[in-house]
């Protein structure tokens, strides 16, 4: 017997190409951090290939779950769930989920806030960068969805066009002999970590949670693929840059990769020392990772409770983030904790866990579907928007057990 | 001369003194005023009589006559064999003299021949259909319609024993002739401009949009003076969501007087608090023609220059009528120009406080060392260096608007050069940073939207600030709000960042300026009822047309929307 399903939160319509820009901005992000340093350390001259096996089982991941949403039309996974195993199934599922959340934003934040301390602001309080980091994040969580993908849709522009400078600018420093060998430390250790740092995606999870705001829903695939294709490159890209500039053996004890990478930069007297201006971009690109994470704890932790409103939880929130950005006494203990509990096993919760879900749900409302009970559809009928705007009802046939 | 003239010269004769005036009204004079505001409201309501000289009284009431000069009552005959009397009102300095003794009193008193008998219905139909020659004439029954006719320049008439009046069209105040636009310059393009006369206005618009579909709304605003507002819109072509919209924003404006355009874009706007203007304010006929083509409205206020278009685009509000009568690659570099100067009007203070205070070493040695000998012997800090010169240029900006022109010339000599220089010479201000200002300023006074102009000069401040507090960092920070404020500003529905976020479909007009002959579409933005606007490459006869073709092909082929075409 189908149970209530959540209520939707109303979060307004996000197009397709403003969410792929979304989730590419924000999972992108990383390379900001320790990222390259820690994935150079792992797969040595082979690490940029890395990225590549993380992508591969992340779009694996997600095509399965885009099959199975694919049977619950107009619903996201917690609500498909709460419909189908009870409403206190998926309350906990919520909580885990913005927990991760929660505390992968909040490392995030004492990650960016140390760079920025360290590379351009050495003695201003850290308290200061955070407190201006996260009230600029609150602000753009507040403004909602349609606000972050637009953002990040026109940000995106900068971002590729910025990186590309990044990237370019270093390569008088370049040398393909860095690179070798060409396997690094192996296949088999490329493969492994490449699976553990399926962690840095959290497409599949958002995906499956924000499916219903999509404006034009057979375009679902696209942006998981576009997004997850595209930012795998670009870690693919960057490391092959930073491998070639660094050697694998130092880079490793690089602490901030991208910030060393500007500081390299030399193109006659005029075009040297630019780190200073790539403090834009990354700034820029935490704010939206560290908006969306914000916004997106909250709608959780809404969604789950059956909140009809995400808004008012923001602030508190946001305070957590604040105190669990300090708990971490210093910038080597946040990448510890980042290497030690979130990098080997939050891909158990940010892709697994909404995998197995999903096709959890699948198999049961395919086994009602063969024993002729009423599922696949809520109690009243369905309408949902689809591409234009126009609205379609798409009553289901209830057909009873013979 | 007697002694009490040599008394008054010795001692302070009070008799003069008046007594204390006070701006509260007594209680007396409360009354008074709501027994003739209630006085007022009846006589408005009422239906006019059939008695001349009771409508005369009503007139005086109305009016408040003698005491108001401006409206003026003539009295006179109706001609023929049996006269009627009558009486002719209107307002001196609305009305047009000449052609109230052409075409009412002279026809009315020398010029008619009636027939006895008839009856009233009859008489006002011969008389308004056969011998006012006027281009319009209007029956009116009540006393607030000819009020409001009398007080618009027509010219209201009244019969003996006839309970309703006609109003004849008169309008003929003094106003500016169309001249130059003040504010929207161009080159290349019309040089005409909107004026304070209502008719005028839309008149100009009529002259270029010969369209027979090109609607025109009208209504009036303000409880205490009313003020002519007007909807213009091509219908089949804007979204009548869009019309209905802002007609029910228009109706709930209850004000007293409606004084301006924008007091009314204050009422109207979608959000009052925000910082980037959501309509277009335009005294340029041809940029509302161009408007009204792609689906937006524009509203005409009384004796308001400028016209309201909406909704509009940020990439709009940079956009001059110019860069679409270049050549497309001059109108695209224009166009840059422009966006280069927004950035630096808004952020080069800013910049230049961040590299001086934060970033110094991204400025090479040599350049470091001239930035760092001029500003020896400053005795302040950047910020307040380039505090005070913003507020300078401020000053002299809003000095330069209300001083007389006579003597502008001579002041902006003394602002820009003595004061900037002497202001170096004593060592206050470093020599680079008049450069910047000056180019900052330059940035702004680019703006082609005076309103758009006044969102780079207070957020400019903003930026200053942030930049002296936290450097480029801060800089950043406070761009990324700017920019999601913008992304979730609307112009009546529609995003301003449209269309580039959120993405839609548009020709190639948004921030460079395409081919003028690919331009097929309107802006899908505004959600026009038609979105095709011109046949597919105009150009059959040009070598550029089959490549531009098959490049269209080729993308429609990828959307799936090719269409079935005839062989050529």
């Known amino acids: ?402 | 001369m007697d002694w009490r003239d040599l008394v008054r010269l010795v001692t302070v004769d009070d008799s003069i003194m008046d007594k204390q005036f006070v701006l509260t009204p007594s209680q007396q004079e409360k009354q008074r005023q709501s027994s003739i505001t209630g006085a007022d409201a009846a006589n408005e309501a009422a239906i006019i009589a059939y008695d001349l000289a009771g409508n005369r009284k009503t007139l005086d009431r109305i009016f408040h006559l003698p005491l108001n000069a401006d409206v003026v009552v003539r009295d006179f005959r109706v001609g023929g064999r049996r006269p009627v009397a009558a009486l002719a009102v209107f307002v001196d300095g609305l009305a047009d003299k000449n052609i109230i003794n052409t075409h009412i009193l002279e026809p009315l008193m020398v010029l008619t021949e009636f027939e006895n008998g008839q009856g009233d219905t009859e008489w006002t139909d011969w008389v308004q259909h056969a011998l006012l020659p006027g281009n319009q004439v209007m029956e009116v029954s009540t006393w607030k319609d000819a009020a409001e006719n009398i007080l618009s320049g027509s010219t209201v008439v009244f019969f003996e024993g006839v309970n309703t009046a006609l109003s004849v069209e008169t309008k003929g105040w003094e106003h500016r002739s169309v001249s130059n636009s003040q504010t929207e310059a161009v080159v290349r393009g019309p040089h005409d401009a909107f004026t304070e006369n209502f008719r005028s206005n839309t008149g100009l618009i009529r002259a270029r949009l010969r369209c027979s579909n090109l609607i025109t709304e009208m209504t009036q605003v303000g409880a205490l003076a009313a003020t002519d507002v007007a909807v213009m819109y091509i219908q089949g072509v804007v979204n009548p969501k869009l019309i209905k919209e802002v007609k029910r924003r228009i109706a709930a404006v209850k004000v007293d007087y409606l004084a301006d355009s924008g007091i009314m874009e204050q009422f109207i706007e979608d959000d009052p608090s925000g910082v980037i203007p959501k309509f277009l304010s335009t005294e340029r006929p041809d940029r509302v023609a161009q408007a009204l083509t792609e689906g937006q409205f524009a509203v005409f206020v009384g004796h308001s220059p400028y016209a309201l278009v909406a909704p509009v685009l940020f990439w709009s509000l940079l956009q001059t009528a110019e860069d679409a009568y270049l050549r497309w690659p001059f109108g695209s570099f224009i166009r840059l120009i422009r966006v280069t100067a927004l950035a630096i009007g808004l952020l080069l203070p800013a910049l230049y406080i961040a590299v001086t205070n934060y970033h110094p070493e991204m400025i090479p040695t040599d350049l470091m060392l001239a930035v760092a000998a001029s500003r020896e012997r400053v005795p302040f800090p950047v910020v307040f260096e380039v505090l005070i010169m913003e507020f300078s240029l401020e000053l002299i900006r809003e000095a330069g608007i209300r001083i007389p022109s006579v003597i502008g010339p001579t002041i902006g000599i003394v602002g820009a050069l003595i004061l900037g220089q002497a202001a170096v010479a004593a060592g206050i201000i470093s020599p680079l940073l008049i450069i910047v200002v000056a180019v900052t300023a330059l940035g702004s006074f680019t703006m082609p939207n005076y309103n758009l102009s006044f969102t780079v000069r207070v957020l400019r401040f903003g930026f200053i600030i942030a930049s002296s507090l936290l450097g480029f960092y801060g800089v950043t920070l406070g761009l990324m709000l700017l920019i999601m404020h913008a992304a979730s500003v609307r112009s009546f529905g529609v995003p301003i960042l449209s269309p580039i976020a959120p993405r839609r479909k548009s020709s190639r007009d948004v921030v460079l300026r395409g081919q003028v002959f690919t331009m097929e579409d309107r802006p899908s933005a505004y959600m026009p009822l038609d979105v095709r606007r011109q046949a597919p490459i105009t150009r059959p006869w040009s070598a550029a047309a089959p490549a531009a073709r098959e490049k269209r092909g080729r993308r429609h082929r990828r959307s799936g929307k090719m269409r079935k075409r005839s062989n050529d």
């Open chain 1, 1 to 402: 017997m189908n149970a209530k399903r959540l209520p939707l939160i109303h979060t307004g319509r996000v197009g397709v190409v403003e969410l792929t820009a979304l989730m590419t901005v924000y999972s992108s992000t990383e390379i900001f951090l320790s990222m390259p340093s820690r994935i150079a350390m792992e797969g040595a001259g082979f690490a940029w290939a890395i990225p590549l096996v993380s992508g591969t089982l992340v779009l694996i991941a997600f095509l399965i779950v885009h099959m199975c949403l694919k049977r619950f039309p107009g619903e996201n996974l917690l609500q498909v769930i709460s419909r189908l195993f009870g409403r206190f199934t998926a309350l906990p599922l919520a909580l885990l989920f913005a927990l991760l959340l929660l505390t992968q934003t909040a490392l995030v934040t004492r990650e960016f806030t140390e760079t920025v301390v360290t590379t351009v602001f050495p003695a201003t309080p850290s308290a200061v960068i955070t407190f201006t980091f996260l009230l600029v994040a609150l602000y753009y969580a507040y403004k909602g969805l349609e606000g972050l993908s637009r953002t990040a849709l026109l940000f995106s522009y900068f971002f590729l066009f910025g990186l590309a400078m990044l990237l370019i600018l270093p390569l008088s420093w370049f040398d393909a002999r860095l690179l070798l060998p060409f396997w690094g430390h192996g296949v088999g250790n490329a493969v492994w970590f490449g699976t553990i740092n399926t962690s840095l995606y959290f497409n599949v999870l958002f995906l499956s949670i924000l499916y219903p705001t999509l404006r034009d829903r057979d375009h679902f695939l696209y942006v998981g693929v576009i997004s997850t294709v595209v930012t795998a490159v670009i870690f693919s890209i960057v490391l092959v840059v930073f491998l070639g500039t660094f050697t694998a053996a130092e880079s490793g004890n690089v602490p901030f990769p991208l910030y060393q990478l500007a500081r390299v930069i030399y193109v006659g007297r005029f075009v040297q020392r630019l780190e200073a201006i790539f403090v834009f971009l990354w700034t820029a690109a935490a704010v939206i990772k560290m908006g969306f994470g914000l916004w997106m704890v909250a709608y959780l932790y809404a969604l789950g409770f059956g909140m009809p409103l995400y808004r008012p939880l923001l602030a508190p929130v946001t305070l957590q983030l604040y105190v669990l950005s300090f708990l971490p006494p210093d910038f080597p203990a946040v990448l510890a904790l980042s290497a030690a509990v979130f990098e080997p096993y939050g891909w158990l919760v940010g892709v697994l866990l909404p995998t197995l879900l999903a096709v959890a749900a699948a198999l049961v409302d395919w086994r009602r579907k063969r024993r002729g009970k009423e599922t696949g559809a809520p109690r009243e009928a369905q309408t949902f928007r689809k591409g234009s705007g126009r609205l379609r009802a798409r009553g289901r046939v209830f057909s009873r057990s013979p």
